[in-house]
């Protein structure tokens, strides 16, 4: 029954370590691509640089996880990643909710013209779709090879 109930805590665990990663990165995806459309950077190489740092951030983290899962898997951790990921989802609502609202008083043309210039662009939709591709392909291969390397994969 112990190892029933410590598999359910690690699976938990897991969920929402990978839940608060995207979280965290999405974040700072959306704050370094705003950052970028404030400082008038062009409409595609914003969607490369903030998908790129979106991508590296996500990772890093990620094998900074799988590295110390067994160090992760308690209790403790598990409400921690539970209450982090509702803080970073309130702060991501705050951030859209008063910043966008900001830039649409302040910097409307500057605003406007980079999600027109977006929406018309190609690259975006086939640039975030390989990003994504990317990031479970080498997600999948991290855990693949720790699995491995800790024996859980015969």
């Avoid at 210039?117 to 990317?134: M, P, R, W």
């Amino acid at each position: 029954m112990e190892t029933q109930k410590s598999r359910i805590l690690f699976f938990g665990t897991a969920i929402f370590t990978w839940l608060t990663t995207a979280s965290i990165c999405y974040t700072l995806y959306m704050i370094v691509k705003d950052l970028m459309m404030i400082f008038n950077i062009d409409a595609a190489l914003n969607i490369v640089i903030s998908n790129f740092f979106y991508l590296i951030i996500f990772l890093i983290l990620l094998y900074y996880s799988i590295k110390n899962l067994n160090k992760l898997s308690s209790k403790k951790t598990f409400f921690v990643l539970i209450i982090s990921y509702f803080i970073i989802q309130i702060l991501q609502f705050l951030y859209s909710y008063f910043f966008y609202e900001y830039m649409i008083e302040n910097l409307g043309l500057s605003f406007s013209k980079y999600y027109d210039t977006v929406d018309n662009l190609f690259i975006k939709f086939q640039f975030e779709n390989i990003i994504g591709i990317i990031k479970y392909l080498i997600a999948a291969l991290l855990i693949l090879y720790y699995s491995k390397e800790t024996k859980l994969i015969s």
